[in-house]
């Protein structure tokens, strides 16, 4: 089965700096999708970014890139320029064709003013 | 993109009841799921919401405690049933194409059973 992992509960950033958040991936598939996934207090799910498994290049969003180590079954995602309204929790996923999403524990981002 | 409508987006509800969530999506979309999440904590995906046939459920969730329906390719629904205070919980839909392609979730109800 599928698993993900984030290692960070939490993890703090002073406004305008950079974070990245950890997550690993075990899987036997070698064509698959991952994704990052904010939840601010609201509740409401947000797409971040998302990494096909097949393309070698890292996926990158305005302030949202990911290091994207398929051997390694890692998927970083990296905040520049952290501001206020990137505190959220972020979730991990990973999905493979028309499977469910599986998500990772999740890490609780902090913004420092 | 899709736009997901939860209802109702909170309820407190007597031990023992039944609560049915409606979600609505504003198209048509070939996946629909359900997920329930303790404040804080990840996203446990309770079933796929099938059209025109049985949900498939994930291990620990049952047709009689989680009945889902999806009469259609935009609408499903989930009940609650006999509730205890273990369910207390955020209940999500999300929906989307599948294939690897964004998933889009409701708002989430936040259940309180007492």
């Known amino acids: 089965a599928q698993t993900v992992t984030q290692s960070q509960p939490e993890m703090s950033v002073q406004e305008a700096e950079t974070v990245t958040l950890s997550c690993t991936y075990d899987?036997?598939?070698?064509?698959?999708?991952l994704f990052w996934y904010k939840q601010p207090p609201s509740r409401q799910m947000i797409l971040v970014i998302r990494?096909?498994?097949?393309?070698?290049q890292n996926a990158t969003e305005n302030r949202f890139s990911v290091n994207f180590q398929k051997a390694a079954k890692s998927f970083s995602l990296k905040i520049s320029d952290s501001q206020l309204g990137d505190a959220a929790m972020y979730f991990c996923?990973?999905?493979?064709?028309?499977?469910?999403?599986?998500f990772g524990t999740g890490t609780r981002l902090t913004i420092i003013p | 993109s899709a736009v997901i409508s939860q209802k109702p987006s909170r309820d407190i509800c007597q031990r023992g009841t039944s609560l049915t969530i409606q979600c609505q999506v504003d198209?048509?979309?070939?996946?629909m799921f359900w997920y329930r999440q303790q404040p804080g904590q990840s996203l446990t995906l309770i079933a796929t919401?099938?059209?025109?046939?049985?949900?498939?459920?994930e291990s620990g969730f049952v047709i009689d405690k989680f009945p889902i329906s999806r009469p259609n390719l935009t609408f499903s629904t989930l009940t609650v049933s006999n509730m205890s205070p273990e369910d207390s919980s955020i209940y999500l839909c999300?929906?989307?194409?599948?294939?690897?392609?964004?998933?889009?979730f409701g708002q989430g109800t936040r259940l309180t059973v007492v």
């Open positions: 999300s929906a989307g194409q599948g294939g690897g392609t964004e998933a889009f």
């Open positions: 899987t036997s598939e070698s064509d698959y999708y």
């Open positions: 990494q096909e498994a097949y393309k070698q």
């Open positions: 996923a990973y999905s493979f064709g028309n499977e469910k999403l599986t």
């Open positions: 198209s048509q979309v070939t996946m």
């Open positions: 919401a099938n059209q025109g046939s049985e949900a498939t459920y």
